[in-house]
């Protein structure tokens, strides 16, 4: 089990792209699969398609390694809560769910009042100076905490991957270092939330859509799909291409909103094939988008949720 800086490093990905997932069945990264070299990019200059085969070099040996011991860290007693600004302004519930599941694992949970936008909207719009002065403000708020956990793919695949292009010297250097000890939140649920008692009180349908930063930045399927499987009672119907984007891609939608509409409209029509009552996701972008689309068609199911909503809802009541 890895790090979400170390899952997935030496990869790039375009938001909108049909491309595999490129995403091993035990978490790790398929090397055969078009991952695109450091340095691509928005700042590198190579459009995210060059493919990369054959052995690991010693650089992805390293950084693989690295992350396995990082995984086998101890569950860290108190966290930062990354809560993103869709998570501020938008949707607040993933985030209070994740606390709320946070807290029954053992875990004391913060919530800094002064985090703020982590720089992608910009860096996305081609303003990597302005991003990188939200990057230095969000290393100044996390690096008191022992540990961070984030409520998005999508967010922390922009530090992640981000951070250490944009950023140089030592905020680079103190940006890596907090990138060393931040989870994901499934991932960190899956590492250790294995003893949370999960249980819905009525048999549940779900279908997962992966993000497309989650899955092709921090390489991350397996993690959300372990959580969902520990509830008892409820039933995982995987739909035809859960990899494939729903069009949000965060400015794309606004810049191209006939496109982005187009493919929400393909994946909510993959998510009606399953029979799933409920789509869940772990990137609360993609649920906005997803659930304002199938509002404005009029439609009534699914309903989408976070992951975090899912085990918060399956979590035992605590005795008065």
Aim: proline share 5%.
């Amino acid at each position: 089990m890895v790090s979400v800086r170390n899952a997935g490093r030496n990869s790039e990905s375009d938001d909108t792209k049909d491309t595999d997932s490129g995403v091993s069945s035990g978490g790790g990264v398929n090397r055969s699969a078009g991952v695109s070299p450091p340095g691509g990019g928005a700042l590198g200059g190579s459009d995210g398609t060059e493919s990369v085969g054959g052995a690991e070099d010693a650089a992805a040996v390293e950084t693989r390694e690295r992350g396995e011991a990082v995984g086998r860290r101890a569950m860290p007693r108190e966290v930062a809560l990354f809560v993103t600004c869709v998570g501020d302004f938008a949707a607040s519930g993933p985030a209070r769910a994740a606390v709320t599941v946070l807290e029954r694992m053992g875990v004391r949970v913060t919530v800094p009042k002064a985090q703020s936008c982590c720089g992608q909207p910009a860096l996305n719009s081609g303003f990597p100076v302005e991003a990188a002065a939200l990057a230095r403000h969000w290393v100044e708020v996390f690096e008191p905490h022992p540990a961070v956990v984030a409520i998005a793919g999508s967010c922390a695949g922009m530090t992640v991957h981000h951070y250490p292009r944009i950023l140089d010297g030592p905020w680079r250097a103190r940006a890596e270092a907090i990138l060393d000890r931040m989870w994901e939140f499934t991932r960190f649920v899956a590492d250790h939330g294995e003893n949370l008692a999960l249980r819905t009180a009525a048999e549940r349908t779900v279908t997962y859509h992966d993000s497309c930063h989650m899955l092709r930045n921090l390489r991350e399927r397996d993690a959300p799909r372990e959580v969902l499987g520990r509830v008892e009672g409820l039933e995982l119907r995987e739909m035809r291409d859960p990899d494939i984007c729903c069009g949000f891609g965060g400015t794309f939608a606004v810049k191209f909103p006939e496109v982005s509409t187009a493919m929400a409209d393909r994946k909510l029509r993959q998510v009606h094939d399953t029979g799933a009552t409920e789509l869940v996701s772990a990137d609360s972008g993609c649920l906005l988008h997803l659930d304002g689309r199938r509002d404005a068609s009029g439609e009534t199911t699914p309903r989408a949720c976070h992951v975090a909503e899912i085990l918060r809802d399956a979590l035992p009541r605590e005795p008065r």
